[in-house]
């Protein structure tokens, strides 16, 4: 990456806790930070619970909830214990391509005096906690209304062990593809491709719901699903602009890329439904919203806003024929449209951050390539490695979580209780009491 951009990102890729003498805080970016943080986790509780909570049926409206909150609460406690040392390692050790140190377990080490660039340590250590936090909760809409809580639990804290950890340091903690040069501003790999591959895979394992393709299975309540699709709106402003891990230009261009790529998608897939059936839909515009936000994500900190309105408008036809495609011609029942959006979004993205990062494209020029790079097709090789790597490694270590876990105590609730919903099986409650 060129030296503008290593500058910019150097605290979000690298972590550098030192005494307190050796760096000094920076109020503004200081508090940027805390509020970013705090739309990130915004984004998880209570957006993403409340989108996907009201796209399935009303029997399954608390478990979707229930998950989402519990995931919160699970995921930070083990991004607490060792996650983040798996990820981004420990203060003064050279880190691996692969994995980092265990020396922050427990976060050893993270105290008061910590510095990580120009925020406090703990700061930077709970920002990406959040992250941690929402990339398994995404991966609830693969096998909503079938999962039984106690396997998604156990899978959910594997996974986020073994594939989150891993990922996040090869892109950001000091490891191979960060190394290679690949431009993942904010998740487009991490993120993204990840959990929509572990969703695709737990789909596939688990099969389809019970009267997938013959029973109709409208959102519940769209109301939710909107209210939900706003907070994420919001939410993403902390999860790419948070990304510069500064109160700089670099966190004002990923926030105004964001929004011009969310309303880029949200317009194109009404205009595809609009075009197609005649109408447009509240749930196409919000799908082609968070289609717009996950495929500029890793695009957010190297274009800018004329190609960001070209990605927007790419994701919002290009996912709207992948998730049509994927429930029509593949019969796969991915519950909620995560791979489709998510992964074809995060994926379309990276490859893109590729062509539009480069300084030669006039009005769609970007920030440059990596450092090392001094083409496009240069900077497309490296995205193109960095999609396959991230594809092939969380399909495949998705697949064995799954299969462990359903040897050990089982995956799916039984046919009875599937028709009742998880709601009473699972929680004993209703969601609603008219």
Not at 34 to 46: C, Q, R, W
Not at 220 to 238: D, I, P, Q
Request: hydrophobic share 55%; glycine share 12%.
């Amino acid at each position: 990456m060129n030296k503008t951009i290593q500058r910019a990102l150097a605290p979000a890729l690298t972590l550098t806790c030192l005494p307190a003498s050796a760096q000094t805080i920076d109020a503004a970016d200081t508090a940027w930070m805390l509020t970013a943080t705090a739309l990130v986790l915004f984004m998880t509780i209570p957006g993403l619970s409340l989108f996907y909570a009201g796209l399935v049926r009303v029997k399954n409206v608390l478990s979707v909830l229930m998950q989402c909150f519990a995931l919160t609460c699970l995921m930070s406690l083990l991004w607490f214990a060792a996650g983040y040392t798996l990820a981004f390692g420990s203060d003064g050790v050279e880190q691996g391509p692969f994995i980092g140190d265990l020396g922050n377990l427990f976060f050893a080490g993270i105290g008061m005096d910590s510095v990580n660039g120009t925020i406090p340590a703990t700061l930077f250590a709970i920002f990406q906690m959040t992250f941690a936090i929402i990339t398994p909760a995404l991966i609830v809409g693969g096998f909503a209304e079938r999962m039984r809580f106690s396997a998604m639990l156990l899978f959910c804290a594997v996974w986020m062990l073994v594939v989150y950890a891993p990922v996040c340091h090869w892109v950001w903690g000091g490891g191979w593809l960060g190394a290679m040069g690949l431009q993942d501003f904010a998740g487009g790999t991490v993120v993204h491709i990840t959990a929509a591959v572990a969703a695709l895979v737990a789909a596939l394992v688990m099969g389809p719901r019970r009267g997938f393709g013959s029973v109709a299975m409208p959102p519940h309540n769209l109301t939710l699903t909107v209210a939900g699709a706003g907070m994420l709106w919001v939410g993403w402003f902390g999860f790419n602009a948070g990304s510069a891990v500064a109160a700089n230009n670099s966190a004002a261009m990923a926030m105004l890329v964001t929004h011009l790529s969310a309303a880029g998608g949200s317009l194109a897939w009404m205009a595809m439904e609009w075009i197609r059936h005649g109408k447009p839909s509240v749930l196409g515009i919000v799908t082609g919203m968070v289609a717009g936000l996950g495929t500029i994500t890793p695009a957010s900190g190297s274009v800018g806003p004329a190609a960001a309105v070209v990605i927007g408008l790419c994701a919002g036809v290009v996912c709207y024929f992948a998730t049509n495609w994927l429930k029509n011609r593949l019969r796969i029942d991915d519950s909620l449209d995560v791979f489709p959006v998510h992964g074809v979004g995060g994926i379309l993205g990276t490859l893109l951050a590729g062509i539009f990062c480069s300084t030669s494209l006039g009005a769609f020029s970007g920030n440059g390539f990596s450092d090392g790079i001094d083409s496009i097709g240069g900077q497309l090789w490296v995205q193109f490695i960095g999609v396959i790597a991230t594809f092939a490694y969380s399909a495949v270590v998705s697949w064995v979580i799954l299969k462990v876990v359903d040897a050990m105590i089982g995956l799916r609730v039984d046919a009875d209780e599937e028709t009742q919903g998880l709601d009473l099986v699972l929680h004993d409650e209703r969601g609603y009491d008219l």
